[in-house]
């Protein structure tokens, strides 16, 4: 992704590795109030089904995201932008690598926990097209705060239309 405005920079987005560990909790235990432990990421990136990546500038950890994948959708654990970087494009850069996968593998929708006290997270995903489609009441364990499911659909206006279309030949004839 090219440089469209002084504030956008560039990054390298790749699969996160054991080395990266060290720069992604520091930005998880800078960015949230109950950040996940090293343990936490690791019990995840375990799983048969979850994967890890990087945004990197210049050798640096700038951004990471933990995504599950499920036959027709991704689902997004943990994202996160540096303090630092925050608002210069790297989170959108990362999104729109995700949305490239959708696409490739088949899958239709990006789903994704937001905690309600998290203006800023929720602000960002409704700018890449994510709305929120759920409530989930008391949902953390270390509060009693409820959680936004947000979601984002490949081709959302052509799936509405498919919605109203007919569904074979016969009914076609039906709506003449």
Same mark, same amino acid.
Not at 6 to 19: A, F, G, K, Y
Not at 124 to 134: D, E, G, H, I, L
């Given at each position: 992704?090219?440089?469209?405005?002084?504030?956008?920079?560039?990054?390298?987005?790749?699969?996160?590795?054991?080395?990266? /560990?060290?720069?992604?909790?520091?930005?998880?235990?800078?960015?949230? @109030?109950?950040?996940?432990?090293?343990?936490? &990421? #690791?019990?995840?990136?375990?799983?048969?089904?979850?994967?890890? /990546?990087?945004?990197?500038?210049?050798?640096?950890?700038?951004?990471?995201?933990?995504?599950?994948?499920?036959?027709?959708? #991704?689902?997004?654990?943990? &994202?996160?932008?540096?303090?630092?970087?925050?608002?210069?494009?790297?989170?959108?850069?990362?999104?729109?690598? %995700?949305?490239?996968?959708?696409?490739?593998?088949?899958? *239709?929708?990006? %789903?994704?926990?937001? $905690?309600?006290?998290?203006?800023?997270?929720?602000?960002?995903?409704?700018?890449?097209? &994510?709305?929120?489609? *759920?409530?989930?009441?008391?949902?953390?364990?270390?509060?009693?705060?409820?959680?936004?499911?947000?979601?984002? $659909? #490949?081709?959302?206006?052509?799936?509405? @239309?498919?919605?109203?279309?007919?569904?074979?030949?016969?009914?076609?004839?039906?709506?003449?």
């Amino acid at each position: 992704m090219s440089s469209s405005s002084p504030s956008q920079i560039d990054v390298q987005i790749r699969w996160l590795i054991r080395r990266d /560990m060290p720069e992604v909790l520091r930005i998880e235990q800078e960015s949230f @109030e109950f950040p996940w432990t090293e343990e936490d &990421f #690791l019990c995840c990136l375990r799983q048969r089904n979850c994967i890890g /990546m990087v945004a990197e500038r210049d050798h640096q950890i700038v951004g990471f995201m933990i995504y599950e994948l499920h036959k027709a959708r #991704l689902n997004i654990l943990n &994202f996160c932008v540096a303090p630092e970087f925050r608002r210069q494009g790297v989170g959108t850069q990362m999104i729109v690598r %995700l949305i490239d996968k959708l696409s490739q593998q088949r899958r *239709k929708e990006i %789903l994704l926990e937001v $905690r309600e006290r998290n203006l800023d997270a929720q602000m960002f995903f409704k700018t890449q097209s &994510f709305r929120a489609v *759920k409530v989930l009441r008391s949902y953390y364990d270390d509060t009693t705060e409820d959680a936004y499911i947000m979601q984002f $659909r #490949l081709n959302q206006s052509q799936m509405l @239309e498919a919605d109203f279309s007919p569904a074979n030949r016969i009914s076609e004839y039906d709506a003449a």
